[in-house]
Nanobody, 114 residues
Framework: QVQLVESGGGFVQPGGSLRLSCAAP????????MGWYRQAPGEQRQLVAT???????NYQGSVKGRFTVSRDNANNTVYLQMISLQVEDTAEYYC????????WGPGTQVTVSS
C-alpha cells in the first residue's frame, strides 16, 4: 500500500509562488510515476504535471513555463514549484503515484486571489 502525504498549499496573491511537496513514507522502491493533479469546484480532476523515475516530465499546457515538477528518488518525494500563479490555478491539488495501480493523496488547497 502506498500512502501519499502532501504539504505546501495555501493562499497567495496573483503573480505569487508556492511549492507543494508530497512524500511516500515507508516505500523503499522507486515509484515509476509521481506527480500532481488538480480539481477546481464543479470541474473534473485534471493533470497538472507528472515525472517518471528517470526524469521524464509531462505538463498540462496551461502550466508550462510556470510550474516545475521534480522528484527526489531516494526519498520518493515529488515537488511542484509554482510561479506566476493565476486565479485560474485555484484548486485542490492532489499528489499522484502509479505503481501497478493509481494512488492519491488527500489533497491540499491552493487559493490564488487578490
Amino acid at each position: 500500500q502506498v500512502q501519499l502525504v502532501e504539504s505546501g498549499g495555501g493562499f497567495v496573491q496573483p503573480g505569487g509562488s508556492l511549492r507543494l511537496s508530497c512524500a511516500a513514507p515507508g516505500i523503499i522502491f522507486r515509484l515509476p510515476v509521481m506527480g500532481w493533479y488538480r480539481q477546481a469546484p464543479g470541474e473534473q480532476r485534471q493533470l497538472v504535471a507528472t515525472v517518471t523515475s528517470d526524469g521524464r516530465t509531462n505538463y498540462q499546457g496551461s502550466v508550462k513555463g510556470r510550474f516545475t515538477v521534480s522528484r527526489d528518488n531516494a526519498n520518493n518525494t515529488v515537488y511542484l514549484q509554482m510561479i506566476s500563479l493565476q486565479v485560474e490555478d485555484t484548486a485542490e491539488y492532489y499528489c499522484y503515484a502509479n505503481f501497478i495501480r493509481e494512488y492519491w493523496g488527500p489533497g491540499t488547497q491552493v487559493t490564488v486571489s487578490s
